[in-house]
C-alpha cells in the first residue's frame, strides 16, 4: 500500500508565512512529480505548485514569488514555503504525487492523493 500524509497547516495572519510538509511511504517503485492542491469553499480544486524527479518546478500565478515548492527525493518528501500569505490562500491544501509501483512483472502508475490540510488566513 502507498500512502501519501500532508503536515504543517494551521491559521496565521496575513503577511505571515507556513510551511507544508507531505511524504509518501509504502511499495514505492519511483515517484516522478509530487504536487500541492488547494480548494477552498465553492471552488474547484486548483494546482499551486508542482515538482518533477529532476527538479522542473511549475507554478500558479496567484503564489508565483510567495510560494517555494522543493523536494527531498531521497525521502519521498515535497514541501511547500508559503510566504506574504494572503486571506485567499485559505483552502485545505492537498499533496499528490505521481507513483509507480512495481508489481509482479509489471510497473503501474498512478495519482496518489493525501487527506488534505487547512490553511486560514486571517486579515
Known amino acids: 500500500q502507498v500512502q501519501v500524509k500532508e503536515s504543517g497547516g494551521g491559521l496565521v495572519q496575513?503577511?505571515?508565512?507556513?510551511r507544508l510538509s507531505c511524504v509518501a511511504?509504502?511499495?514505492i517503485?519511483?515517484?516522478?512529480?509530487?504536487g500541492w492542491y488547494r480548494q477552498a469553499p465553492g471552488?474547484?480544486?486548483?494546482?499551486v505548485a508542482s515538482i518533477t524527479s529532476g527538479g522542473t518546478t511549475n507554478y500558479a500565478d496567484s503564489v508565483k514569488g510567495r510560494f517555494t515548492i522543493s523536494r527531498e527525493n531521497?525521502?519521498?518528501?515535497v514541501y511547500l514555503?508559503?510566504?506574504?500569505?494572503?486571506p485567499e490562500d485559505t483552502a485545505v491544501y492537498y499533496c499528490n504525487a505521481y507513483i509507480s509501483i512495481q508489481t509482479v512483472g509489471e510497473v503501474t502508475s498512478?495519482?496518489?492523493w493525501g487527506q488534505g490540510t487547512q490553511v486560514t488566513v486571517s486579515s
Request: charged share 25%; hydrophobic share 35%.
Open 14 to 18: 496575513a503577511g505571515g508565512s507556513l
Open 25 to 27: 511511504s509504502g511499495s
Open 29 to 34: 517503485f519511483s515517484i516522478k512529480a509530487m
Open 43 to 47: 471552488k474547484q480544486r486548483e494546482l
Open 74 to 77: 531521497a525521502k519521498n518528501t
Open 81 to 86: 514555503q508559503m510566504n506574504s500569505l494572503k
Open 110 to 112: 498512478r495519482d496518489f
